[in-house]
């Protein structure tokens, strides 16, 4: 089966320290991942190099089927490759409505005069409303995303990443911040997702990645230590070592 | 049902009122109807203040809605200001010298003519050769094509440059002080082409309007003004209304943000500073015929800062709030400077607003950003909030 993306022999090196060490990693075209490791493991390097923002010293990021590297590609050609981003902190139009967040996101023509020419159309306000069902936020389609809760930021960004209709979505830590039914919610959201496409969650709560009853991937220090599924992991001594245990210790 | 960009923008209406009842007001008390309850010179003042109000409107869009803080915007609108002065005096020029040279008993050549005129206009900077730079002087719609195109294309590269490199926040705004600053400096010298520091001169006489009075050509730049204004207005409203508005203010308040999401960031920015600096160049276009005279002090750096301090004093990230602050600012400054503002004797000292004008204009910019970051704008929040 060909993969979605490939990311092999990666290394990235700042200042003379090797974030990512010879990072081989590959995505199916749709599957739910979970990415755990140490603080310093690499793990948002690695979303880095993906999306387009750090270049790597060496190695290669091949994407989709017709097998083209990322590394030539800008931050924003890469996003419209089908390669969405949500990041750590929340980071929404806070100035914006929760409407105009997701319009932005939507998958439309991204150049300036496209954009300047944009009319309302019936078929997108209606994605847009089926996008915010999804994420819960149908009620608050006009409230400006600044007075959203925490937990409905997080959602927001989240619909905004499913508005983008990517075919790999990179998620960072979706569940900080959250009460257990919003945890709840969030796993829900995010394998319904993973039915059509690639979702590649960071995450450091082992109680959440066990909700979402995936393959995991153990980073640690720039390169993966062990993948399998999360018992399979924890239960090796390696990982146990760096990272379980210390987490214990 | 999909709403009109009108009615989605009530603000854009309304603004275009009272525009229209001032416009029409101040024409009718100007010295054109006889009424003459507005001086002529007091015309000018307004359909100066008009044009500065416009430039406002660009710098707003360009700061106040995409987050760029450009200090320079103020040479984009002495470079429209340039362009119609070289195509005004010349015209007038070569009016004056063949009126001169028809008594004589052989007509005088092209080249002789030409000559005159060179001497007329360059002789102040001990020339008389026509730089290449006043290749179109002589033809009005080229002249005012350069109004438009000087302006977009300096404004095109130097935005290419800066944005791709990604340069932002207040390095862009020190490169684009270092960009009014090398202009200034450049068309000081007075083998710039532009007369050095005399700078272009007798405006306010149009070409072909001799016999007609100053009170009759204030008027109508006063309406042109009003009109530039108000289709300016118009455009900067529906550029930052709708997506594209959305796109822009995404870039001033998490530019990554809007990268990640696809949108090519530098395009949108060129797009923004390019449009803007062209308004700005049509504004000065209007404004120099008025004020009569164009000099290299025009674009020194203080202007542009001047600008920004409009913008913010008027209240960043609405049109209005850029026209109330570069309207209410700019003519209160020519009061206080004007001699208009009566000085204060403390006893031990006299407070000169010629010299404590700047002073409080600091202290009030200051306030201004310390404790109603909205500015005279924010007004208006309170007034809408009452009403629902």
């Given amino acids: 089966m060909s993969m979605l993306l490939e990311v092999s ?66 931050e924003s050609q890469i996003a419209r490759e089908g ?69 409905q930021k997080q959602w927001l960004e989240i619909g905004m990443l499913l508005a983008q209709e990517p075919r790999l979505m990179l998620v960072d830590e979706p569940a900080a911040g959250m009460t257990p039914e919003e945890r709840e919610k969030t796993t829900d959201i995010l394998k319904e997702a993973a039915k059509t496409r690639a979702v590649v969650v960071v995450e450091h709560d082992m109680e959440f990645v066990r909700r979402l009853d995936c393959k995991v991937t153990v980073l640690h220090e720039g390169a993966v230590l062990a993948e399998g599924s999360l018992d399979h992991v924890t239960s090796n001594q390696t990982v146990i070592d760096v990272y379980l245990g210390r987490a214990h210790a | 049902m999909r709403k009109s960009f009108l009615a989605e923008n009530p603000s854009v209406l309304w603004f275009i009122a009272v525009l229209a009842v001032f416009t029409v007001v101040v024409t009718l008390l100007s010295e054109v109807t006889g009424v003459g309850l507005i001086s002529t010179s007091f015309v000018k003042t307004l359909g100066k203040t008009l044009c500065l109000c416009l430039v406002a409107i660009a710098m707003d869009v360009v700061w106040g809605y ?53 001497n007329q206009i360059f002789g102040v900077v001990g ?46 705004s020190i490169l684009t002080q270092a960009m009014t600053l090398a202009l200034a400096l450049y068309l000081f010298q007075n083998d710039s082409g532009l007369r050095g520091n005399n700078g272009l001169s007798g405006l306010q006489n149009i070409p072909g309007f001799e016999n007609t009075s100053q009170a009759v050509i204030s008027v109508i730049f006063f ?42 960031v530098e395009s949108y920015k ?71 503002a009566p000085d204060i004797n403390l006893g031990f000292y006299v407070v000169q607003w010629t010299d404590w004008w700047l002073v409080l204009l600091g202290l009030s910019f200051v306030a201004v950003t310390l404790f109603f970051p909205k500015g005279i704008g924010g007004l208006f929040d309170l007034l809408v909030r009452k009403q629902s």
Avoid at chain 2, 68 to 84: E, K, N, R, T, V
Avoid at chain 2, 145 to 150: G, R
Wanted: hydrophobic share 50%; charged share 15%.
């Fill in chain 2, 223 to 264: 309406i042109a003004s009003a009109l530039a204004l108000a289709a300016g207005y118009i455009f900067f409203a529906w550029i930052v209304s709708g997506k594209m508005g959305s796109v822009v203010k995404g870039i001033r308040d998490n530019e990554a943000r809007v990268r990640f999401l696809g949108y090519h």
């Fill in chain 2, 66 to 118: 995409c987050g760029i803080l450009s200090l320079g915007h103020f040479a984009f609108f002495g470079i429209g200001g340039y362009a119609i002065g070289m195509w005004l005096m010349y015209a007038r020029t070569e009016g004056i010298v063949i009126e001169s040279l028809a008594g004589q008993p052989i007509p005088p050549t092209s080249a002789e003519v030409s000559d005159a005129i060179g």
């Fill in chain 2, 127 to 172: 020339s008389s050769e026509f730089p290449w730079i006043w290749a179109f002087a002589d033809n009005l719609f080229l002249q005012l094509l350069m109004v438009v195109l000087v302006p977009g294309l300096l404004a095109l590269v130097f935005g290419w440059l800066a944005f791709r490199s990604r340069v932002t926040g207040v390095y862009l």
């Fill in chain 1, 83 to 151: 390669i969405g981003r949500k990041f750590q902190k929340p980071t929404v139009f806070e100035a914006q409505t929760v409407r105009q967040n997701l319009a932005m996101a939507l998958k439309t023509p991204r150049g300036p005069f496209a954009v300047l020419m944009h009319k309302k159309t019936k078929p997108n306000a209606e994605r847009i409303e089926a996008v915010a069902d999804q994420i819960g936020l149908l009620d608050s389609l006009t409230r400006v995303a600044g007075e959203l809760s925490h937990g």
């Fill in chain 2, 270 to 340: 060129l797009f923004i500073f390019t449009a803007t600096a062209v308004v700005a160049g049509i504004a000065g276009a209007l404004y120099y015929p008025q004020a009569g005279i164009i000099n290299p002090g025009e674009i020194a750096p203080i202007a542009s800062i001047y600008l920004a301090v409009w913008v913010a004093i008027g209240g960043r990230g609405r049109l209005y709030g850029a026209v109330i602050g570069a309207a209410f600012v700019s003519l209160l400054s020519s009061w206080f400077t004007g001699g208009g």
């Fill in chain 1, 9 to 74: 022999g990666v290394t990235v090196t700042f200042d003379g320290f090797r974030a990512i060490n010879n990072l081989s990693i590959n995505f199916a075209k749709s599957e739910l991942r979970a990415i755990i490791g140490p603080n310093g493991a690499g793990k948002t390097t690695f979303m880095d190099i993906v999306t387009g923002k750090t270049k790597p010293d060496e190695g290669t990021v091949i994407w989709g089927d017709r097998n083209v590297s990322l590394l030539g590609m800008s």
